[in-house]
Structure formats: structure tokens, C-alpha cells
């Protein structure tokens, strides 16, 4: 009995902890209506490099939304077609031509995936390249399958020329429609934001960088000067690859959205597995003791008190439920955001399991040669140099 108690308490104070000493990640206080900053007095020159393999469900709607860009500077927008087989170049300016805005896409194919590259970020690279040449003051990576608010352009741009940053990124909002999504995507984004606290990412000088890979608006100079994505072309997480580089340059921010949202369904518990899978042992730098330690710790942080409360006795019960309660509170901003229900907040524990379980995978397909899998390649790799 004593041994169940002390678990209980260190479960208790592993959630006082996150609660009170983690940047108060979990009230998801930082989005980009919180503070914005005034419009700048000119609106320096943007160029979206947009890397898209065989993306043609959702890229019409991508595109056309960077198309409709409510900015008042010059824009334009680099489609990089990465060895599309479903007509994602053709279905991109078909979109251009619907808005009559031909005049700001342009769609380059990229050129084969060469050794030492993971194909987003060389597709990445190559639009840099061409972008380059325009001598823009801003790039804004975004992902093919994320739709923008038309002032989503003028918010970040006014954010960086604002507060001085080199990198504003936006958490784009994910699809919560099938049960598969309301159950995991809110504590996909809730371990996210309590792994890398926002609040820790947006000081001036952070130790915690990180940023979110479908909305990146980012200093061309700033870029370059960080090693430009050649510095970071075998990154699984890219996203937090890149700020890691460009916080060296200057502060950085990081923020939860309504103007970004993610296109891209997930309709079954195994396509979210999958998606989690892809990254989640790169996270833990591939090692098995960090694996099996971060198994411990799930266990305790979120498995044990619900077990305690159902099957203990005494105070390991009440010191289980105290920290279930603990868990259920902190989830519920996050709910709030993407608006479900309160309820959800008890389900954590088994939400925890879950993803416990999709981040063993992700080690398993990196020991069978296909870790970090995505759109038929396996890119899981050595750092770079």
C-alpha cells in the first residue's frame, strides 16, 4: 500500500508541475489575437513556397486561399511540385485561372530527390532558390494542405515587422470532424504545446524553440544566415529543426490559429497513428533508453491515477483521483479552443495509451528500415553534420 501511494503522490506532483512550472502551456493563452501588433507603415515584398506532392484533393484549396491573400504588399506564390503522379500542378493552376490570378502562381517541377535529403525540404529548398531571386524580405513555408483566412498573410507580416521576429509561426487548426479526430487530435496539439510551452518559445532570447511546419513566415536574410535549409535537409521535424536555426538570428513566436487550417482528414485511429509515428522516435533522437523512459513516464503521468482511483485503496485513491482531476482540468482549454466537450478532459489516460503506443511504433518502423514514412518514402536518417 505504501509503495501505490507514493505512486500516486509522484503522480500528483508530476501534474502540480505541468500545472504550475511548464509555462502554463496548458491554458493556451498564446494565439495570434493576443497582442497583435499594429500594421506596419509599408508592406515589405512576401513570396509563399508551397512543396506539393501529389496533393491534388487539397491543393486547389490551399492554393486559391494564398491566391486570395487580403496583403496589401507584393506577394506571389511558388508552387514546388515534388514528382506529383496525380495532376497536383495542373489542379494548382486551374485554381489560379479560376481566381484570375495566374499572374501570382508560378508551378516549377522540382528536380529528383538527391542523396542526403528528406523530400520536403528539398522541395523547400529548391522554392527558397527561385524565390531568392526576387529578393523578398519574407518567405512563408506553408504545407499543401493548409487553407488561409484571407488576412492570415497581413497578421504575420505585422506580427514580425512589429516585435522583431525572424520566425512567426501559426499551429495551424486541425480537422476534428470523425470520432478519430475528436478523441486525438485537441491532445495532439495540448502535447505539443507541453512539450514546446509557447509561452518559453516567444522569449526574446528562448531556449526552447520550436515553431509548427504548416505556417511559417520567415526572414529571407535571417534564413540564409541561419544555413539557409541546407542546414537542416535530413530533419524529420523540420519545423522545430529550422526555429532551432533561426532563433540563433533573432526571437521567434509561436501561436495557436483560426486564419490556418489544416485540410487533411483523418478518418481512422491508424491514419492519426501514422501520422504521429512518422516523427515521434526522431523526437526522441532514436534512442531506446529515451523510448523506454519516456514509457515510464506516460505511465505514471497518465495511466496511474486512473488505476489507482479504480483499484486502490485509501489514500493512493485519493491522491490517483487528485491527479486524474489535475489531468482532466488542464486538457480543458485546448477543448475550448477546438470546442468539445468538457468530457473529453477524463478520457486523457486512454488518449496517453494511445499515443504511447503510436510513439513504439514509430521505433519499430525506424528498425525496420521505414521510419519517417511519408508519400512512399522512408527519410528517417543520421543528423546532419
Known sequence: MIALTVIAAAALAAWVYLLAFRGLFWLARETDEAGAPPDPSAWPAVVAVVPARNEAD????????????????DFKVILMDDASEDGTADVARAAARDL???DRLEVVTGAPLPAGWTGKLWAVSQGVERADAGAPAYLLL????????????????????????????????????TWPERLLIPAFVFFFDMLYPFAWVNRPKTRTPAAAGGCM???????????GIA???TAIIDDCALAARMATQGPIWLGLTDRARSLR?????????RMVSRSAYAQLNYSPWLLAGTLVGMGLVYLAAPLLTAFAGGWARWLG???????????????????????????????????????????IQVWQGKG????GRAQAMAATP
Not at 487539397?58 to 504588399?73: E, H, K, N, T
Not at 482528414?265 to 497513428?273: F, W
Open 321 to 363: 483521483l487528485a491527479a486524474w482531476t489535475a489531468m482532466a482540468i488542464s486538457f480543458q482549454p485546448m477543448l475550448a479552443f477546438y470546442r468539445r466537450s468538457p468530457l473529453w478532459g477524463f478520457a486523457l489516460p486512454a488518449i496517453g495509451a494511445l499515443y504511447s503506443l503510436f510513439t513504439v511504433q514509430s521505433a
Open 217 to 227: 513566415l520567415v526572414g529571407r536574410e535571417a534564413l540564409a544566415a541561419a544555413g
Open 372 to 375: 519517417g514514412m511519408w508519400k
Open 100 to 102: 484570375g490570378r495566374e
Open 231 to 233: 542546414s537542416i535537409r
Open 142 to 177: 506553408t504545407d499543401a494542405d493548409i487553407a488561409h483566412g484571407p488576412d492570415n498573410l497581413r497578421a504575420l507580416v505585422a506580427r514580425a515587422e512589429g516585435e522583431g521576429r525572424v520566425l512567426v509561426s501559426l499551429m495551424a487548426k486541425l480537422c476534428v470532424e
Open 265 to 273: 482528414p483523418y478518418r481512422t485511429i491508424g491514419e492519426i497513428g
Open 58 to 73: 487539397v491543393v486547389a484549396r490551399s492554393v486559391g486561399s494564398l491566391l486570395a491573400q487580403d496583403y496589401p504588399g
